[in-house]
């Protein structure tokens, strides 16, 4: 057995007994963050079956991804980094999920695809950071209202919380927001603190050194 597979088998198995200590019963979805990563390094856990994988840039995502995907129907791709509006085109053709949903101009540069099946994420930016992408908590439901007038299918938010606080009490105001506002899914949580953040609400945890190892 392939070393990332062990790797992702025993995240499973940390993410299942938070579960269970937590009474937590929806099972989140595991996000392979395979950037920079080339794909005899990722086969394995394709070959395994896991189909969900991340990517931060989209003309690397091409590269890597648009054959196998169009032999596999069954692979979920999701688009985590900054997209830029001059890269859309492909990124709606490519991703399943993007995650990084951050202006009304890209929100109206996507909607001009009409790709009904791609699910998006409101990326909040939760702790106000000025040199941080993301909609602000007081501007997250005139936001949302402006992507549903667009018909974007607008399924849930993401947060990156400041790299050098306690991600808790970030997840913890995510948390409030999707109850709140009654969104259905929730995008954080990496290979530091995905337990933290599935603890508070978290249905996709974007983990990549966890399992593939340090990047060069």
């Known amino acids: 057995m392939h070393q990332t597979v062990k790797n ?3 995240i499973q198995s940390k993410v299942k007994q938070k579960l269970q200590d937590n009474s937590l019963t929806k099972v989140p979805n595991i996000i392979a963050v395979s950037k920079t990563f080339k794909l005899d390094h990722i086969i394995h856990l394709i070959q395994h079956g896991h189909t969900h994988y991340g990517e931060n840039k989209v003309q690397e995502a091409v590269e890597k991804w648009e054959n196998l995907k169009n032999k596999n129907d069954n692979l ?3 688009l985590i980094g900054k997209l830029q509006t001059n890269k859309v085109k492909f990124a709606v053709k490519l991703f399943d999920y993007i995650h990084s949903l951050d202006s009304e101009k890209l929100a109206r540069k996507i909607a001009s ?4 099946n791609l699910k998006l994420f409101i990326q909040v930016n939760i702790g ?11 501007q997250l439901i005139d936001f949302y209202n402006f992507c ?11 947060c990156i919380p400041p790299i050098h606080d306690d991600s808790v009490k970030y997840f913890k105001k995510m948390l409030d927001l999707k109850q709140k506002h009654n969104f259905n899914e929730l995008s954080m949580g990496m ?6 953040a599935l603890k508070h609400g978290s249905t996709f945890l974007r983990i990549g050194s966890d399992i593939f190892g340090k990047r060069n």
């Open 113 to 116: 695809f009409e790709n009904k």
């Open 148 to 158: 549903k007038d667009l018909k974007l299918n607008i399924v849930g938010l993401m």
């Open 128 to 138: 106000n950071e000025e040199q941080k992408s993301g909609i602000s908590v007081n």
């Open 191 to 196: 290979s530091s603190d995905y337990l933290d």
């Open 8 to 10: 992702l088998l025993n």
């Open 76 to 78: 979920q791709l999701h």
